[in-house]
């Protein structure tokens, strides 16, 4: 059984900077190839950024490369999003994801576990 638990979304203002952690309760979480993910109202839940199970290899959507940062924590069982420099586009419904293979994935469908999400709110 795995879950994951995300945390750390709220409001902030553009230009502003959030942190979202992914709490994962497994028993080798260093197993697992991790994601994040987003839905906006209306839309398609859209890929984010991707971490292999070592942390040594990340894939981000074109549109948050340069602003976001995915890490994970394999003592803790974390995976982590730092978001910078948001933009009121960035609001949506977070979400992490885990998956049994090593390299990054990006297709929702290529992930196994998905965590209840956390919502990030930015205004402009």
């Known amino acids: 059984q795995v879950q994951l638990v995300e945390s750390g979304g709220g409001l902030v203002q553009a230009g502003g900077s959030l942190r979202l952690s992914c709490a994962v309760s497994?028993?080798?979480?260093?197993?697992?190839?991790m994601g994040w993910f987003r839905q906006a109202p209306g839309k398609e839940r859209e890929f984010v950024a991707a971490i292999s199970r070592s942390g040594g290899n990340t894939n981000y959507a074109d549109s948050v490369k340069g602003r976001f940062t995915i890490s994970r924590d394999n003592v803790k069982n974390t995976v982590y999003l730092q978001m910078n420099s948001l933009k009121p586009e960035d609001t949506a419904v977070y979400y992490c994801?885990?998956?049994?293979?090593?390299?990054?994935?990006?297709?929702?469908?290529?992930?196994?576990?998905w965590g209840q999400g956390t919502q990030v709110t930015v205004s402009s």
């Open positions: 994801a885990a998956r049994l293979l090593a390299v990054p994935a990006v297709l929702a469908g290529q992930y196994n576990y």
């Open positions: 497994v028993r080798t979480f260093s197993n697992y190839g």
